[in-house]
T-cell receptor, first 112, second 112 residues
Framework: KQEVTQIPAALSVPEGENLVLNCSFT??????LQWFRQDPGKGLTSLLL?????REQTSGRLNASLDKSSGRSTLYIAASQPGDSATYLC???????????FGPGTRLSVLP | NAGVTQTPKFRVLKTGQSMTLLCAQD?????MYWYRQDPGMGLRLIHY???????AKGEVPDGYNVSRLKKQNFLLGLESAAPSQTSVYFC???????????FGPGTRLTVL
């Protein structure tokens, strides 16, 4: 059974810091990878989708990279803001015929 | 566009009662999914559908049934609710299995 882990489980930083969230998989076979944001009591919102042929994706202050050889992905958030406070989840797709498997998430708090 | 909607938002059941959760999407997506989210467990796939009239089991299907009679709707049924089914249930949809998933706001279910 493939597993997805996210480190750290929780993170608290002062406003303005650059930060990195990590996602790793027990099986390094990767087809696609998604990063999501979840606000308390809400559903998930997709942030970035990295296709199998790509190594990274960028959206505004967010950059996600994918290293297939090590089975890891990182989400980089630049110049963090209090509005970035949320739980961030990654989801890993091993192959086309399978479904995304989600990690437990990293709960981020950005302090003003 | 409303995106993905779920009804109801909250529900309390007694053990043994039945209920149906409704998911609707207006994006003409082929794929629809039902997940449950429990503390520390991430999202786990219950059932999914690859098109109207088709359904398939996910990671944790026991105790649940689904139907997709219309392309825009995906129903999740609990025939005899158990306390272990206390959870937050999310519906999602996507154009293809490998594409970005769009999530509904969730249904918080408590089984006493």
């Amino acid at each position: 059974k493939q597993e997805v882990t996210q480190i750290p489980a929780a993170l608290s930083v002062p406003e303005g810091e650059n930060l990195v969230l990590n996602c790793s998989f027990t099986d390094s076979a990767i087809y696609n990878l998604q990063w999501f944001r979840q606000d308390p009591g809400k559903g998930l919102t997709s942030l970035l989708l990295i296709q199998s042929s790509q190594r990274e994706q960028t959206s505004g202050r967010l950059n996600a990279s994918l290293d297939k050889s090590s089975g890891r992905s990182t989400l980089y958030i630049a110049a963090s803001q209090p509005g970035d406070s949320a739980t961030y989840l990654c989801a890993h797709l091993k192959s086309y015929g399978q479904n995304f498997v989600f990690g437990p998430g990293t709960r981020l708090s950005v302090l003003p | 566009n409303a995106g993905v909607t779920q009804t109801p938002k909250f529900r309390v059941l007694k053990t043994g009662q039945s209920m149906t959760l409704l998911c609707a999407q207006d994006m003409n997506h082929e794929y629809m999914y039902w997940y449950r989210q429990d503390p520390g467990m991430g999202l786990r796939l219950i059932h999914y559908s690859v098109g109207e009239g088709t359904t398939a089991k996910g990671e944790v299907p026991d105790g649940y049934n689904v139907s997709r009679l219309k392309k825009q709707n995906f129903l999740l049924g609990l025939e005899s609710a158990a306390p272990s089914q206390t959870s937050v249930y999310f519906c999602a949809s996507s154009l293809d299995r490998i594409d970005t998933q769009y999530f509904g706001p969730g249904t918080r279910l408590t089984v006493l």
